[in-house]
């Protein structure tokens, strides 16, 4: 993992950076005692985790925090600062830590723990489909895409997720997938075609668990889904950082459900 440490006091610039040494599991830590150094050296190469100083001259610790952000917005921020008034601030530009100077061992081995762990990748479980709904609609499972024969099978898993366990029936569905088109035998008919390309879909991945079909009603098992709006409602900082105002974008349908991300946002 690399890391940048930026702080315009060079005592706790050097200080800062041998902590995060001696916390351990970082690949590179690059020192700069200017926040557009260090904004620069972040254009051209990755940067994993930064260790910001809030007031700086030319440009403060929030300003840079939010320049990191808009090259990468994976890349996690902590402020190290004596001053306590900028908390909420901080995590207004969705800070991962906030630490008082002096800073301690402990308190840079936690913070780096908790960024190591959001890294970490998911333990996989078969059966288990990775979504992704910022940004676009993407589904796949053991890193393998699904294969969807028709755009609609697609966009009824995204209505399925979006409904988050909740049924559709037959009937709510139609309306949603084909708006203001009658409903009628042939369009009944289509639609379970459409089921039938989104069961094969999951079933050839080995995910068939993951949709629950009763008389008129079909939904997913949200437990056998992981999917990064699931994980912003549930406060995953990666999740959070990652929204955009982009979920589901294709589907004009969806944007009646980004309430929960506005507000969150």
Request: proline content about 4%; some cysteine.
């Amino acid at each position: 993992m690399n890391i940048i440490v930026v702080d315009d006091e060079p005592l706790a610039l050097r200080g800062t950076a041998r902590l995060v040494r001696e916390a351990g599991g970082a690949d590179e830590v690059q020192e700069f005692s200017l926040p557009r150094t260090a904004l620069a050296f972040a254009r051209e190469h990755r940067v994993d985790a930064a260790f910001l100083d809030i007031e700086m001259p030319g440009m403060s610790g929030l300003e840079l925090a939010k320049a990191l952000k808009d090259e990468n917005p994976d890349t996690r921020i902590v402020f190290v600062t004596s001053y306590e008034q900028y908390a909420v601030d901080a995590f207004a530009v969705r800070a991962t830590g906030y630490l008082l100077k002096p800073a301690r061992l402990e308190d840079v081995r936690r913070e780096l723990t908790f960024i190591y762990d959001e890294r970490r990748e998911r333990v996989r479980q078969p059966g288990i489909v990775r979504v992704r709904t910022f940004g676009g609609f993407e589904a796949e499972v053991d890193g393998v895409p699904l294969s969807f024969k028709r755009s609609k099978s697609k966009e009824l898993f995204a209505l399925l997720v979006d409904r988050r366990g909740c049924g559709v029936t037959t009937r709510e569905a139609c309306a949603v997938l084909w708006e203001d088109a009658s409903y009628n035998a042939s369009k009944r008919s289509y639609f379970q075609n459409v089921v039938a390309d989104l069961r094969a879909a999951l079933t050839a991945a080995g995910a068939e668990a993951v949709l629950v079909r009763s008389r008129n009603s079909l939904a997913i098992d949200p437990a056998l889904v992981d999917s990064d709006s699931y994980r912003f409602l549930e406060g995953d900082p990666v999740a959070v950082n990652s929204y955009r105002g982009d979920y589901l974008p294709a589907y004009s349908w969806a944007e009646y459900s980004t309430g929960p991300f506005s507000r969150m946002d």
